[in-house]
């Protein structure tokens, strides 16, 4: 541990995993572009709006680089929390949530699941397999709706984790980041439902093209 105490050595990790999730890659990527990210495309700071709206190149740098915040914070809280299995969840939680409400740019930021893809390609790699060739495909093919599709995809598989990893701490952990990716996504929700409004991705679209004819 950084700090004896086990309580402020937490908070200290949470802190540092937040500073470190409210790093606006997407941001500096297209002010380097001369590029506003928040009000461009769909204004969502992250991967996918830098791929659209700056470009292919600087989208996936800003794709990897956030993955690498969920890397590095799990790893960080893992080696410094005493081997407390679930503080380096709450750790990523915390990333996730400072890359959603970046302090750095006026609490804009993005949606989050980079962050947690790359928080489980070090906690747990096989488990994105299951998340995305299993939850996320049946999820899209029955709501079809990128957006609703991925919180209900997490929100099942948070299940389905308790079960591989042997521990209700994965459950809570990725119910809590299931409120925190559909807290982004309130407006998109409650759109899907009233306007009836259905917005899948174009590369998901070419994989699923089948399923969404006529």
């Not at 929390?81 to 939680?93: D, E, G, K, Q």
């Not at 747990?124 to 996320?136: A, E, G, K, T």
């Not at 079960?163 to 980041?177: A, K, P, T």
Request: proline share 3%; hydrophobic share 50%.
């Amino acid at each position: 541990m950084i700090i004896k105490n086990f309580y402020l050595n937490t908070a200290f990790l949470l802190t540092i995993s937040y500073l470190i999730g409210s790093i606006p890659s997407a941001y500096i990527a297209g002010k380097i572009k001369g590029v506003d990210i928040r009000k461009t495309g769909s204004q969502n700071v992250g991967g996918m709006n830098t791929f659209s709206s700056v470009g292919k190149i600087a989208g996936i740098l800003v794709a990897l680089f956030d993955m690498g915040k969920g890397a590095f914070c799990a790893w960080f809280a893992t080696k410094f929390s005493n081997n407390h299995s679930f503080v380096p969840l709450l750790a990523v939680i915390a990333a996730i949530v400072g890359h959603n409400w970046m302090i750095y740019i006026g609490f804009k930021g993005g949606k989050g699941l980079s962050t947690l893809i790359g928080a489980l390609f070090f906690l747990s790699p096989l488990s994105i397999l299951f998340l995305y060739l299993l939850f996320m495909p049946a999820a899209i093919i029955l709501f079809k709706d990128t957006y609703v599709s991925q919180g209900v995809a997490l929100f099942f598989f948070s299940f389905f984790m308790w079960y591989r990893e042997s521990s209700y701490y994965w459950c809570i952990f990725l119910i809590l980041v299931t409120i925190v990716y559909s807290l982004k996504c309130i407006g998109l929700y409650k759109s899907y439902i009233t306007e009836q409004r259905r917005d899948i991705n174009p590369f998901l679209r070419k994989i699923f093209n089948p399923f969404f004819r006529g």
